[in-house]
């Protein structure tokens, strides 16, 4: 049960495998639903069930390459290769972007549990991840606010507040 659509009040089109996504085009998967994204440099996303993404941004300017992909709601696994220093791979969830150079790692987002429990959480199988808040898709700093590296974890605390860091769960594991 997977849907596209161009716009949001669109019904959605079910995807034919070997489909190409455009930019802005949104994503859905229903209930015991996954779906695999190819991008043309080698890095690949799993989206898991009820999971809602949408294609931000993919250029190619002089040999650099900027993909960067929006999660709503639910969960994805990012399976990067190794990026140029001056590439950009980005995972935008509504509080926090997550940037990385080749990876992987799950990124899951839970809208529905309030301002007062976890919102977004971001754990690194192998790799490095750099974390940083954004407001409306504007880094609040330069630099991340986390850096995670290799069977690391990270919770927001609260809803764009600050993260906690652990362990990677078996869990995190088993599902990456």
Do not use: C
Request: a neutral charge; glycine letters at 8%; hydrophobic letters at 35%.
């Amino acid at each position: 049960d997977v849907k596209v659509k161009s716009n949001p009040g669109d019904a959605g089109v079910k995807p034919e495998v070997g489909a190409l996504l455009t930019t802005n085009q949104m994503l859905f998967t229903g209930d015991k639903s996954t779906v695999d994204l190819e991008f043309s440099h080698g890095s690949s996303l799993r989206i898991k069930a009820n999971t809602e993404v949408s294609l931000k941004r993919l250029v190619e300017t002089n040999g650099n390459v900027t993909e960067e992909v929006s999660i709503k709601k639910g969960m994805l696994v990012a399976n990067v290769t190794k990026q140029k220093q001056t590439d950009n791979f980005n995972i935008v969830t509504p509080t926090v972007i997550a940037g990385v150079r080749g990876t992987r790692f799950l990124v899951v987002v839970d809208p529905d549990k309030g301002k007062e429990e976890d919102v977004t959480r971001v754990s690194v199988l192998d790799g490095v991840v750099g974390i940083t808040k954004h407001k409306e898709e504007v880094p609040l700093t330069v630099e991340p606010i986390e850096i995670l590296d290799s069977k690391q974890s990270a919770q927001e605390i609260s809803r764009g507040g600050n993260f906690k860091r652990s362990s990677i769960t078996d869990a995190d594991i088993k599902i990456i």
